[in-house]
């Protein structure tokens, strides 16, 4: 198939099998709010990353991160 645009609309869409995408993935949320990307599983980036946002894990924020060097100074966040 050949079009422009494809919309489908459907409360789940499930693709099974290994799927390329040739272009950047955009979210929206309902009534123009940021929308959400989940991934379950491992994510292998090959890149650099950016974000606008902070970085959090299963320990807290990194982005505000700081901790007392062994030299008694304080590391500051970026």
């Known amino acids: 198939t ?6 489908l609309n459907a ?14 993935i955009s979210t929206s949320g309902e009534g123009g709010a940021s929308g959400t990307f989940s991934i379950k599983g491992n994510l292998n980036l090959i890149g650099n990353l950016q974000v606008s946002g902070n970085i959090s894990d299963s320990k807290g924020d990194l982005t505000n991160h700081t901790h007392s060097c062994t030299c008694g100074a304080t590391a500051s966040p970026r």
């Open 2 to 7: 050949n079009a422009n645009t494809i919309t």
């Open 11 to 24: 409360p789940s869409i499930n693709l099974n099998g290994n799927t390329q995408i040739a272009g950047a």
